[in-house]
Protein backbone atom coordinates (compact mmCIF):
# COMPACT_ATOMS: atom_id res chain seq x y z
CA UNK A 1 0.00 0.00 0.00
CA UNK A 2 3.01 2.38 1.25
CA UNK A 3 4.84 1.74 -2.37
CA UNK A 4 1.58 2.25 -3.95
CA UNK A 5 0.94 5.58 -2.84
CA UNK A 6 5.22 5.79 -3.63
CA UNK A 7 4.22 5.45 -7.27
CA UNK A 8 1.01 7.27 -7.44
CA UNK A 9 3.05 10.70 -6.03
CA UNK A 10 5.60 9.96 -8.29
CA UNK A 11 3.35 9.61 -11.09
CA UNK A 12 1.45 12.93 -10.30
CA UNK A 13 5.24 14.76 -10.08
CA UNK A 14 5.81 13.54 -13.46
CA UNK A 15 2.35 14.27 -14.97
CA UNK A 16 2.92 17.74 -13.39
CA UNK A 17 6.70 18.30 -15.06
CA UNK A 18 5.13 17.48 -18.47
CA UNK A 19 2.21 19.92 -18.13
CA UNK A 20 4.99 22.90 -16.79
CA UNK A 21 7.49 21.83 -19.47
CA UNK A 22 4.96 21.85 -22.48
CA UNK A 23 3.43 25.72 -20.88
CA UNK A 24 7.56 26.64 -20.85
CA UNK A 25 7.78 25.55 -24.63
CA UNK A 26 4.58 27.32 -25.88
CA UNK A 27 5.45 30.38 -23.74
CA UNK A 28 8.79 30.58 -25.46
CA UNK A 29 7.43 30.08 -29.29
CA UNK A 30 5.42 33.52 -28.10
CA UNK A 31 8.10 35.44 -26.55
CA UNK A 32 9.95 34.74 -29.59
CA UNK A 33 8.25 35.41 -32.52
CA UNK A 34 9.58 38.98 -32.92
CA UNK A 35 12.69 37.47 -34.11
CA UNK A 36 13.11 36.90 -38.03
CA UNK A 37 13.33 33.14 -38.49
CA UNK A 38 14.50 31.31 -42.00
CA UNK A 39 13.77 27.34 -41.68
CA UNK A 40 16.68 25.74 -43.95
CA UNK A 41 16.70 22.28 -44.98
CA UNK A 42 19.99 19.99 -44.90
CA UNK A 43 19.22 18.06 -48.46
CA UNK A 44 20.72 14.91 -49.88
CA UNK A 45 22.18 16.77 -53.12
CA UNK A 46 24.09 18.69 -50.45
CA UNK A 47 22.23 21.88 -50.49
CA UNK A 48 20.88 24.13 -48.13
CA UNK A 49 16.84 24.12 -49.19
CA UNK A 50 14.24 26.20 -48.17
CA UNK A 51 10.47 25.39 -48.95
CA UNK A 52 9.32 28.70 -50.28
CA UNK A 53 10.52 32.07 -51.20
CA UNK A 54 10.79 34.59 -48.62
CA UNK A 55 11.16 38.35 -48.30
CA UNK A 56 15.24 38.85 -47.52
CA UNK A 57 16.20 35.74 -48.74
CA UNK A 58 16.63 34.81 -52.56
CA UNK A 59 17.04 31.77 -54.08
CA UNK A 60 18.03 29.44 -56.85
CA UNK A 61 17.38 26.01 -58.27
CA UNK A 62 14.62 24.14 -57.40
CA UNK A 63 15.31 20.64 -55.24
CA UNK A 64 12.31 18.43 -55.48
CA UNK A 65 9.68 20.51 -53.67
CA UNK A 66 12.15 23.01 -52.26
CA UNK A 67 13.96 25.81 -53.69
CA UNK A 68 18.45 26.42 -53.08
CA UNK A 69 18.72 29.15 -50.62
CA UNK A 70 21.49 31.69 -52.09
CA UNK A 71 21.74 34.26 -50.09
CA UNK A 72 20.23 35.71 -46.87
CA UNK A 73 19.48 39.70 -46.40
CA UNK A 74 20.25 40.97 -43.36
CA UNK A 75 20.82 44.50 -41.62
CA UNK A 76 23.37 45.42 -39.19
CA UNK A 77 23.14 43.72 -36.05
CA UNK A 78 19.72 42.62 -36.74
CA UNK A 79 18.74 39.59 -34.53
CA UNK A 80 18.44 36.53 -36.77
CA UNK A 81 17.03 32.62 -35.91
CA UNK A 82 18.35 29.96 -38.26
CA UNK A 83 16.21 26.81 -38.17
CA UNK A 84 18.04 23.87 -39.36
CA UNK A 85 16.81 20.59 -40.23
CA UNK A 86 18.29 17.26 -41.92
CA UNK A 87 15.90 15.65 -44.40
CA UNK A 88 17.68 12.47 -45.48
CA UNK A 89 17.06 8.48 -44.27
CA UNK A 90 20.68 7.89 -45.18
CA UNK A 91 22.48 7.35 -41.21
CA UNK A 92 24.10 10.48 -40.06
CA UNK A 93 27.64 9.16 -40.74
CA UNK A 94 26.90 9.08 -44.58
CA UNK A 95 24.65 12.29 -44.31
CA UNK A 96 24.32 15.02 -41.69
CA UNK A 97 24.56 19.01 -42.19
CA UNK A 98 25.33 22.15 -40.36
CA UNK A 99 25.15 25.61 -40.53
CA UNK A 100 28.18 27.22 -39.90
CA UNK A 101 28.31 31.31 -40.25
CA UNK A 102 32.42 32.81 -41.33
CA UNK A 103 33.49 36.18 -40.52
CA UNK A 104 34.37 38.15 -44.14
CA UNK A 105 37.77 37.77 -43.84
CA UNK A 106 37.95 33.89 -43.53
CA UNK A 107 39.99 31.68 -46.00
CA UNK A 108 36.50 29.50 -46.62
CA UNK A 109 38.42 27.18 -48.83
CA UNK A 110 40.73 26.75 -46.10
CA UNK A 111 38.45 25.84 -43.16
CA UNK A 112 36.30 23.62 -45.10
CA UNK A 113 38.85 21.57 -46.11
CA UNK A 114 40.74 21.30 -42.29
CA UNK A 115 37.35 20.67 -41.01
CA UNK A 116 37.37 17.08 -43.16
CA UNK A 117 39.73 15.52 -40.76
CA UNK A 118 37.67 17.65 -37.67
CA UNK A 119 35.19 14.89 -36.87
CA UNK A 120 36.16 15.02 -33.20
CA UNK A 121 35.08 18.62 -33.46
CA UNK A 122 31.85 18.02 -35.23
CA UNK A 123 33.96 18.65 -38.26
CA UNK A 124 35.04 21.97 -37.51
CA UNK A 125 38.40 23.04 -37.34
CA UNK A 126 39.63 23.35 -33.78
CA UNK A 127 42.16 25.86 -34.88
CA UNK A 128 40.11 28.07 -37.07
CA UNK A 129 37.12 28.66 -34.62
CA UNK A 130 37.88 32.37 -34.77
CA UNK A 131 36.73 32.36 -38.65
CA UNK A 132 33.33 31.08 -36.87
CA UNK A 133 30.47 33.64 -35.74
CA UNK A 134 27.75 30.87 -35.22
CA UNK A 135 27.48 27.63 -35.80
CA UNK A 136 24.48 24.83 -35.51
CA UNK A 137 25.21 20.83 -34.35
CA UNK A 138 25.86 18.89 -36.44
CA UNK A 139 22.58 17.07 -37.32
CA UNK A 140 21.62 14.09 -38.93
CA UNK A 141 18.46 12.56 -40.53
CA UNK A 142 15.42 14.06 -38.97
CA UNK A 143 17.24 16.15 -36.42
CA UNK A 144 17.29 19.64 -36.05
CA UNK A 145 19.03 22.76 -34.29
CA UNK A 146 17.78 26.14 -33.83
CA UNK A 147 20.25 29.67 -33.72
CA UNK A 148 20.34 33.13 -32.51
CA UNK A 149 22.52 35.15 -33.68
CA UNK A 150 22.69 39.23 -33.77
CA UNK A 151 24.18 39.88 -37.58
CA UNK A 152 27.12 41.37 -37.92
CA UNK A 153 27.75 45.49 -37.45
CA UNK A 154 30.14 45.68 -40.72
CA UNK A 155 28.29 45.68 -43.94
CA UNK A 156 29.87 43.09 -46.32
CA UNK A 157 28.99 39.57 -47.58
CA UNK A 158 29.69 36.87 -44.70
CA UNK A 159 29.87 33.10 -46.43
CA UNK A 160 27.68 29.78 -44.67
CA UNK A 161 28.13 26.25 -45.49
CA UNK A 162 28.21 22.59 -43.89
CA UNK A 163 31.51 21.69 -43.42
CA UNK A 164 29.89 17.99 -43.01
CA UNK A 165 32.91 16.86 -45.68
CA UNK A 166 32.70 17.31 -49.36
CA UNK A 167 29.23 19.00 -49.05
CA UNK A 168 30.89 22.40 -49.27
CA UNK A 169 32.80 21.34 -52.37
CA UNK A 170 29.34 19.87 -53.39
CA UNK A 171 27.71 23.57 -53.31
CA UNK A 172 26.22 23.75 -49.78
CA UNK A 173 27.28 27.15 -49.22
CA UNK A 174 25.36 30.30 -49.70
CA UNK A 175 26.07 34.08 -48.42
CA UNK A 176 25.00 36.47 -45.57
CA UNK A 177 24.56 39.59 -47.29
CA UNK A 178 24.92 42.49 -44.00
CA UNK A 179 23.71 46.14 -46.14
CU1 LIG B 1 25.83 19.12 -45.36
Not at 96 to 101: A, E, M, P
Not at 130 to 139: E, G, Q, R, S
Not at 151 to 167: D, K, N, Q, R, V
Request: glycine share 10%; aromatic share 8%; with cysteine.
Amino acid sequence: MKNTMKWTSLLGLVLTLMVFTACGGGEQIQTTDTVRTINIIGADEMKFVVAEAAEGITTGDQYGANFKLETILAAPGEELRVNLSTNSALPAIAMSHNFVLLTADADVDAFANASISARDNGYLAPDMMDWVIVHTAMLGGGESDSITFTAPLEPGEYTFICSFPGHYAGGMVGKLIVQ
